[in-house]
């Protein structure tokens, strides 16, 4: 084994393999993958190979279809066959909302260039002739479905590797890994140590020990999976190969193998396994089987595939492999660790161990994953995300992976974690919770206790009504909302002017003021959007999005320098109250000693305020496009400063509002909000950002790109539309039509109620913003007449906050 390499990739499964590839492809070819056994000891080795391009997050998605197509290319430069089957697969609908739910996926396929059909049943049935119809409502048919052989995968990615100059190393367990001061790893292991620039946690099944040996503990936990092959079937000699189909109903998986079938669940009540260390002599093992856990489910599959129950049961597998809270891989780089990446957490390594490799590779060479992987990127946990936390919502994901989520369902598991002083004083105004990395936030206000639950539904829900009563509160008196749920650092030092106007691509506000900016990475693309707020010369805070706190401060970290300034994340230590609306003013002026008028304190003021005996730091800013004020406050007094407001706004008509009120008002303004209208694909003119960039500062990061951006003007534009919607409005991620041509997808949508629409944000090409017809949107099956807007559907001049 050689003493140095570039990078020591950790793990010979299916997605250590495809790192190694990678690297070697993006042109590093000093690199080493060290396997404590043989390729494929983990959870690859039983996997059952399918494959398929549909995923909830559309990037996920994107990359899933580059996996699948990648077989190929490693097939022929390695000559190692990845025994490739593209059978085709169906989805059965059991449910009409299951039906619906197939609608979206198809339409959600149109613009990432998936080939998805709607069929009925009967035609479900002459593709797959081993289903009872009756049992379902409708199908959609996949044509780049499959499954492949896992040995034959993993080494065709080696081979591949190897030819591109990769060694690897077999029979050698990473037992420690210590770093030098200058950031390199020596890796520790049983025959000898490696010095490498990079270290890659792939060690899948192992990958939280290997975590540990760095102090970290990844969010990850393997479950028990268990799939049955059934003995040879007459229904199947001389046969075209059956394709793959999915019951969701039943919760079964099935696709022919050999001369039988294999099917296998997602069991409700599944178990995890090892679940805090992973012992290190577990290898090519299988589970023993326990059919009694998962016999609900098989017992559904045989009525529903009646062929397979006399075909008998000739093996059953029970293998476990690792999940994330939210099922998504775990990748990228690690804050406060230098070189040091995690490639973990795959749970479907055969669908998107190509497209991990491919992002992780490019992010270690380029510095840049080279797609929007926010759904993957190991940064979005935080510390929250402990190892009981994990687990409680890994069960809960793996129990509900054919479970529909509806738009307005919030799941049980590991809840409520992270309360505020003012949970129980929210939950007696009957709130209906979300969870937002483990936070519990209101989201709307119930009448009564009773009435306090969402009936979960694709279209307008129970919730309607009392959000309008919230949205128009807000518009016509006063409303109050809860925001400790945002992002929040302090930025100080005599260096953090200078640092911060670096880093953000706004000009940085005078004390006392408020800048809104976006951040940008070096190709010019959204990485965050921040309300810079100046206490005093040199201190800051900086407000943007708490889930992606970790994300943010490992991009801070890139460019901090040595000394004179800090950034220290006060997320949970400063919770906040926003008062929102044409009273706001009045009401807090009845609290306040400082004159609150517009000449006195100006839209975009910040400044130490008391509020009755509380001190808070005050916004004149708020999301919702009215006249308001946000107030920071150590999570002490809390409960007194809402207290206070709230009998002070009695004589207001001040009414508590939720996130949901909140996504309706901020709609109607235009106004985006990270990870839906700002991700890492979008530029800022294409997402109407340009103001809030600030070209005259001769140096910031990404400059030249926006620069270049705002010349060529960018390949796509965020539009405001509204939509002739019925009873059910856009969520996000719906296509967008023009002149018949899906060209565009939907970030965000909502009815907006003070302009009595549905509406819309979304992304079409940057040739099609200035259309002012032909627009449609996909909504549940049905295409909508949508109309772009010149400006915000709600006071386009933003007179209501200014006055
Ligand atoms: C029953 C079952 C069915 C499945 N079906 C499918 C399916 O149909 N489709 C699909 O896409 N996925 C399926 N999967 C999931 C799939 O197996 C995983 O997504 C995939 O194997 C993850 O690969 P990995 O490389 O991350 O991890 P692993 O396969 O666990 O590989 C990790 C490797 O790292 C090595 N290692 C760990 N620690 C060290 C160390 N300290 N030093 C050196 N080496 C180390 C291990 O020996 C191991 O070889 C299934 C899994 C199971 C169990």
């Known amino acids: 084994m050689k003493s140095h390499a570039r990078v020591v990739v950790i793990g010979g499964g299916v997605v250590g393999a495809s790192v190694l590839y990678h690297l070697t492809k993006a042109g590093w070819k000093d690199v080493l993958l060290i396997e404590r056994a043989e390729l494929t000891s983990g959870s690859t080795w039983h996997a059952a190979g399918g494959m398929h391009t549909v995923n ?10 580059y996996t699948i197509k990648l077989y190929q290319e490693i ?5 190692q066959s990845c025994g490739v089957h593209i059978t085709g697969g169906i989805m059965l609908a059991g449910t009409p909302a299951r039906v619906d739910w197939l609608k979206m996926a198809q339409a959600r396929g149109r613009y990432l260039g998936m080939d998805l059909e709607l069929i009925s049943v009967d035609e479900a049935a002459k593709l797959f002739p081993l289903m009872e119809k009756k049992h379902f409502l409708g199908a959609m048919y996949d044509p780049i479905e499959g499954h492949v052989d896992p040995y034959g995968v993993t080494h065709a990615y080696a081979k591949s590797a190897q030819i591109g100059g990769a060694e690897i190393v077999r029979q050698t367990r990473v037992s420690d890994l210590a770093q030098r001061p200058d950031g390199t790893w020596d890796v520790i292991t049983e025959r000898g140590n490696v010095h490498a620039e990079h270290v890659v946690n792939a060690a899948g099944l192992w990958a939280r020990e290997v975590g540990r040996m760095v102090g970290l503990e990844l969010p990850v936990l393997a479950m028990e999976h268990q799939y049955l092959i059934t003995g040879d079937m007459p229904q199947l000699v001389g046969k075209k190969e059956q394709m793959h189909c999915i019951d969701f109903e039943g919760e079964i998986y099935v696709r022919q193998e050999r001369g039988g079938m294999l099917m296998g669940t997602y069991e409700r009540a599944g178990v995890p396994w090892s679940e805090s260390t992973t012992p290190w002599d577990f290898g090519q093992d299988l589970l023993p089987n326990d059919l009694e856990r998962i016999a609900p489910s098989l017992e559904v599959g045989f009525e529903h595939f009646p062929a397979l129950g006399p075909a008998g049961i000739k093996k059953v597998v029970n293998g476990p492999f690792t999940f994330a809270p939210d099922g998504n891989p775990l990748i990228g780089p690690v804050k406060g660790l230098k070189n040091f990446w995690v490639a973990c957490g795959v749970m479907a390594g055969f669908s998107q161990g190509g497209g991990v490799g491919l992002s992780l590779a490019h992010w270690m060479v380029d510095g840049d994953p080279g797609a929007d992987v926010w759904a993957m990127d190991v940064a979005r946990y935080g510390d929250w995300a402990t190892l009981a936390y994990t687990n409680a919502k890994v069960r809960e994901n793996y129990s509900r992976r054919f479970s529909i989520r509806f738009p307005n369902e919030e799941l049980p598991a590991a809840r409520p974690l992270r309360t505020t002083p003012v949970y129980e004083k929210l939950q007696a105004e009957h709130a209906v919770f979300g969870d937002y990395c483990g936070f519990e936030h209101p989201l709307w206000f119930a009448p009564s206790a009773a009435e306090a639950t969402d009936i979960v539904s694709w279209r307008r829900s129970n919730a309607h009504a009392h959000v309008a009563a919230e949205c128009r509160a807000v518009h016509e008196t006063a409303g109050l909302l809860e925001i400790s749920n945002y992002g929040k650092f302090e930025v100080r030092g005599p260096g953090a002017a200078e640092w911060l106007s670096r880093v953000m691509a706004n000009r940085i506000p005078k004390i006392g003021k408020i800048v809104l900016t976006p951040m940008l990475n070096d190709r010019g693309k959204l990485i965050g959007d921040f309300t810079i707020c100046r206490v005093s010369e040199e201190h800051f805070f900086l407000i943007g999005t708490y889930a992606a706190e970790q994300f943010y401060l490992r991009w801070f970290e890139r460019s901090l320098p040595p000394s004179g300034v800090t950034v220290r994340p006060c ?4 919770v906040g109250l926003s008062v929102a609306g044409p009273n ?18 100006p839209f975009m003021s910040f400044r130490r305020v008391d509020v009755g005996m509380v001190p808070t730091y005050m916004g004149r800013v708020s999301f919702t496009g009215e006249l308001g004020y946000e107030m920071w406050v150590t999570t002490d007094y809390q409960r007194a400063l809402y207290d206070l407001l ?5 004589e207001y008509g001040l009414k508590s509002f939720g996130g949901r009120a909140l996504n309706s008002l901020r709609i109607e303004k235009s106004f985006g909000t990270w990870a839906r209208e700002y991700r890492p694909i979008y530029g800022p003119y294409e997402a109407g950002l340009g103001r809030f960039v600030d070209l005259q500062k001769p140096d910031f990061i990404g400059r030249t790109a926006a620069l270049d951006e705002r010349a060529r003007g960018g390949e796509l534009r965020l539009l405001t539309f509204t939509v002739a ?7 996000g991620d719906e296509p967008i039509w023009h002149d018949g041509k899906a060209v565009g997808w939907v970030t965000s949508g909502a009815y907006g109620f003070r302009v009595g629409q549905s509406l819309a944000l979304g992304y079409v090409p940057a040739g099609l913003a200035a259309a002012e017809s032909g627009f449609e949107i996909e909504i549940i099956g049905e295409r909508r007449k949508a109309v772009p807007q010149k400006a915000a559907p709600v006071d386009p001049q933003g007179l209501l906050m200014r006055t």
């Not at 909830?56 to 279809?65: I, M, S």
């Not at 997320?571 to 400063?574: I, K, L, M």
């Open 56 to 65: 909830g997050d559309p990037n996920v998605a994107k990359l899933q279809q």
């Open 584 to 601: 706001s003013r009045a009401l807090l002026q009845d609290l306040v000693r400082e004159d609150l008028s517009t000449a006195a304190f």
């Open 571 to 574: 997320a949970v230590e400063y």
């Open 646 to 650: 709230q009998k002070a706004g009695r």
């Open 75 to 79: 097939e022929r430069i390695s000559g």
């Open 725 to 731: 919607a019925t009873d059910a409005d856009a969520l």
